[in-house]
């Protein structure tokens, strides 16, 4: 999932380069989310988290 969040965010970087504004809020605007959704699961998964192989 980071990966399509750097993805989208590198998107959002060219095309405002090149001056498509609204493509390049809709690509951040995926990212943020893309990116705020992987922050939730990485917080959940460090307090499950997985017992250690014995």
């Known amino acids: ?3 399509w969040t ?3 965010i590198i998107l959002a970087i060219v095309a ?4 498509f504004g609204g493509i ?6 995926i990212a943020k989310i ?6 939730v699961l990485f917080v959940i ?3 499950t988290g997985r017992n250690p192989i014995k």
């Open 16 to 19: 405002g380069i090149f001056g």
């Open 24 to 29: 390049a809020a809709g690509a951040a605007g």
């Open 45 to 47: 998964s460090l307090f």
């Open 34 to 39: 893309l990116f705020f959704i992987f922050l």
């Open 1 to 3: 999932m980071l990966r």
């Open 6 to 8: 750097v993805t989208f």
